[in-house]
Each structure stands twice: as C-alpha cells, then as structure tokens.
C-alpha cells in the first residue's frame, strides 16, 4: 500500500511516499481502509523531533494523526465495528499510521463518523475537536456565561473551540487576522480581535478563562486578562508537571522535566492568581461518538480550508507549515467518496 513516511527528523525532506506492507489488526484492534486523512502541526512537530522526549516511533513510520475510511477487517477480539462501517478517528498516540491507505486503529479509539459528513469532512474532526472538547469541556469547565478567551480562533482548534464553547451557553472572545474574522463570526464569536493591531488585554474586559492555541508571550498575555481564580489552558504553551502525571502516565523524571520546562508560565500564572495547565489531548472513540451527535444535531460542523490528493501530500504539508489555514487541510486517498 502506499504510505507517507517518516524516515529521519527533520525538515521535509525526512518524509516521504513509498510502498509499505500492508498492515494487520491485532486482537483489539481494526483494520480502516483510509478514505481521507485530517493534518494537524503535531505532524511536521513529529518530524522535527519536537515530541522526542515522549513520542519516539521506530523509523521508518508511516505519519498522521487521523482518519476517516471504511472498516476492511477487524481483529479477533474487537467486538465495536463490522466489516463496511464507516468510521473516524484520533489514531493511538504511539501509533501514528492515518497517511496511508489502510490502517490500523484501537477499536476504543473508532467511532461511528457522522451519517450526515462525507469523508473529507469527518477526517477533519477528530484531533482537532477533541482537543477542544477536552479543553473546553472538562479543563475550563466552561458552562452558560462563561466568558471565554481563545487565541486563535480561525485554525483547525479553534474553528470547534468557537463552535463547542458556543454550544455550552459561553460567552465567546477571540483572535483572529482580518483573514479570519468572518469566519470565525460565522462559528458565532462574540468578539474578534484582531490580533495583528491589538494587544487582546487592552480591548477586552477581564474573562473567566482562556483557551491558548498560539503559545509564546500570547499565552503569557493570557495570564493579564483572566480573572482572578479563573484558568488558562494551553495546548501550544509548554507542558507542566499535570500534563506528565495526567496525561502521559509520566514518571518523576518527565514531571521534573515539564516543572523546570514550564516555570516561567507557571510563575505568571502564580502572580495573576490563576491556574496554568498544558493539555495534551488524548485519543477516544466515546468522546469522537459525542461530537457525532453535536454534527447531527446542528451544533458542530467542520471547516475545510482544503484538499489534497494523497500523491501531493507533501504540498499539504507545507501549507499547514505556513500557519495560516482556516480550519482544516484534508488529503483524499482516493477510491472512495
Ligand atoms: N497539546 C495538544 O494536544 C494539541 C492538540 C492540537 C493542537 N495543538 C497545537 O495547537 C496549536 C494550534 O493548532 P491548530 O491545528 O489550530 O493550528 P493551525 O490550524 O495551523 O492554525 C492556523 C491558524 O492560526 C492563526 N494564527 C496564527 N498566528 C496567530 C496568532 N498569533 N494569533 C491568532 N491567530 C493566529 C492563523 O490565522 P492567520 O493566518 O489569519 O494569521 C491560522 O488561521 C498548534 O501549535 C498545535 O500543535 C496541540
């Protein structure tokens, strides 16, 4: 089958598309043939070495994150999914595996994809939503009134950030360039500002809390603008002792790692009297069934900045580096529709 693979770290020219061996699903474990496939910045973050102290795959690897495609087979003891569903998902963190025709997924990780969505669009849900969820949800605990910050608002997060924040009853603030700004008032932001021209915390009044999608001395802004008690929740800031012990099973030597890493914004955060927590998103094929039904009912719906054929990936893939889509970039495996 063919595969886009990552074979060094690196800049581009350590992926590529070849043949690989088909692969076969273990006990629990299903075979996808991939229909489309979603790209998010944890792909070239990968390729680069960024995620090395906790993500080392054997090289040579075939990429990507996530999914959406037919089930081809399913292993023996997977019980979720038959033979012709179709199905979506956030592959195993570890696994990687989705930029290639078939792969295999932890049936825990699959869910049924939205019967209203055709491939392209489901594969553009499952990293991105569920790290939004995950965020929004259940850090920020973000419920009716809530006033919300989200810096950067109009990329492949923040697209369902808007939308699930909006969903929970928030009141919702966002940055975005003049490029975004229609896009993300038709999610239904609130407030946009425009992050080329102004400081956030000069225009805003103070918020409940902050969803982080930029990092840098945005997240440290971030800490001047929330309330007193209130949070900021990063996913491009840099991890903390909770994101170790929380959500990578880590030992003493990576908590102690992300507290020395992280002390500049956990002293901010200290000063301003609000919590600084890093997430990083966890796969799940219960929480991928949610955000089916908020699709169904009219509550979510992604974004398609473009698509690619699976043959110009590595073209996808350097648009996404360019940082500046609205919404998702998908690549098109072909054969199916
Ligand atoms: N920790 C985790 O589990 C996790 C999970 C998912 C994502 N992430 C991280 O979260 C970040 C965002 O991911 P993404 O998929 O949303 O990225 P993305 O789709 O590549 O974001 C691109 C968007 O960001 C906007 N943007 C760029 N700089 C900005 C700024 N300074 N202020 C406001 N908006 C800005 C761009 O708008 P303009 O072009 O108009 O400027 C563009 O629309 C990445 O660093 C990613 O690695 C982490």
Same mark, same amino acid.
């Given at each position: 089958m063919r595969a886009f693979v990552l074979?060094?770290?690196?800049?581009?020219?350590?992926t590529e598309l070849r043949d690989m061996p088909k692969p076969m699903p273990g006990a629990g474990e299903v075979l996808v043939r991939v229909a489309a496939a979603g790209l998010n910045p944890v792909d070239w973050k990968i390729r680069e070495g960024q995620l090395r102290t906790v993500l080392r795959p054997d090289l040579p690897a075939t990429a990507g994150n996530e999914l959406a495609g037919t089930v081809e087979a399913v292993g023996s003891a997977a019980k979720k999914f038959v033979v012709g569903d179709k199905v979506y998902a956030r592959t195993g963190k570890d696994a990687?595996?989705?930029?290639?025709?078939y792969a295999v997924v932890d049936e825990d990780h699959l869910a049924a994809m939205p019967e209203s969505l055709d491939f392209v669009e489901a594969a553009a849900i499952p990293l991105a939503a569920l790290t939004a969820l995950q965020a929004i949800?259940?850090?920020?605990?973000?419920?009716? =009134?809530f006033r919300l910050l989200i810096t950067g608002g109009a990329g492949g997060v923040g697209t369902f950030a808007i939308q699930i924040a909006k969903a929970l009853g928030a009141h919702v603030i966002t940055t975005a360039s003049p490029r975004g700004r229609e896009l993300v008032e038709s999610l239904g932001a609130d407030e946009v500002v425009n992050y080329e021209n102004v400081q956030f915390e000069d225009e805003i009044a103070p918020v409940d809390g902050a969803f982080d999608l930029v990092g840098g001395t945005t997240l440290s802004r971030c800490f001047e603008i929330v309330k007193k008690g209130g949070r900021v929740v990063s996913v491009a800031g840099m991890p903390e002792p909770r994101t170790a012990r929380q959500?990578?099973?880590? =030992?003493s030597a990576l908590v102690a790692l992300f507290w020395v890493a992280s002390a500049k914004y956990r002293m901010q955060a200290r000063l301003a009297g609000v919590d600084y927590r890093y997430l990083f998103m966890h796969p799940g094929g219960s929480e991928l069934a949610e955000l089916a039904r908020m699709v169904e009912c009219g509550k979510l719906r992604p974004v398609i900045d473009s698509t690619y054929a699976f043959a110009e990936i590595a073209d996808a893939m350097a648009e996404l580096e360019r940082g500046h889509a609205k919404g998702k970039i998908v690549v098109t495996m072909g054969g199916e529709s």
């Amino acid at each position: 089958m063919r595969a886009f693979v990552l074979t060094g770290y690196g800049g581009p020219e350590n992926t590529e598309l070849r043949d690989m061996p088909k692969p076969m699903p273990g006990a629990g474990e299903v075979l996808v043939r991939v229909a489309a496939a979603g790209l998010n910045p944890v792909d070239w973050k990968i390729r680069e070495g960024q995620l090395r102290t906790v993500l080392r795959p054997d090289l040579p690897a075939t990429a990507g994150n996530e999914l959406a495609g037919t089930v081809e087979a399913v292993g023996s003891a997977a019980k979720k999914f038959v033979v012709g569903d179709k199905v979506y998902a956030r592959t195993g963190k570890d696994a990687l595996g989705a930029f290639a025709e078939y792969a295999v997924v932890d049936e825990d990780h699959l869910a049924a994809m939205p019967e209203s969505l055709d491939f392209v669009e489901a594969a553009a849900i499952p990293l991105a939503a569920l790290t939004a969820l995950q965020a929004i949800r259940d850090e920020l605990q973000v419920g009716q =009134g809530f006033r919300l910050l989200i810096t950067g608002g109009a990329g492949g997060v923040g697209t369902f950030a808007i939308q699930i924040a909006k969903a929970l009853g928030a009141h919702v603030i966002t940055t975005a360039s003049p490029r975004g700004r229609e896009l993300v008032e038709s999610l239904g932001a609130d407030e946009v500002v425009n992050y080329e021209n102004v400081q956030f915390e000069d225009e805003i009044a103070p918020v409940d809390g902050a969803f982080d999608l930029v990092g840098g001395t945005t997240l440290s802004r971030c800490f001047e603008i929330v309330k007193k008690g209130g949070r900021v929740v990063s996913v491009a800031g840099m991890p903390e002792p909770r994101t170790a012990r929380q959500d990578m099973d880590g =030992g003493s030597a990576l908590v102690a790692l992300f507290w020395v890493a992280s002390a500049k914004y956990r002293m901010q955060a200290r000063l301003a009297g609000v919590d600084y927590r890093y997430l990083f998103m966890h796969p799940g094929g219960s929480e991928l069934a949610e955000l089916a039904r908020m699709v169904e009912c009219g509550k979510l719906r992604p974004v398609i900045d473009s698509t690619y054929a699976f043959a110009e990936i590595a073209d996808a893939m350097a648009e996404l580096e360019r940082g500046h889509a609205k919404g998702k970039i998908v690549v098109t495996m072909g054969g199916e529709s």
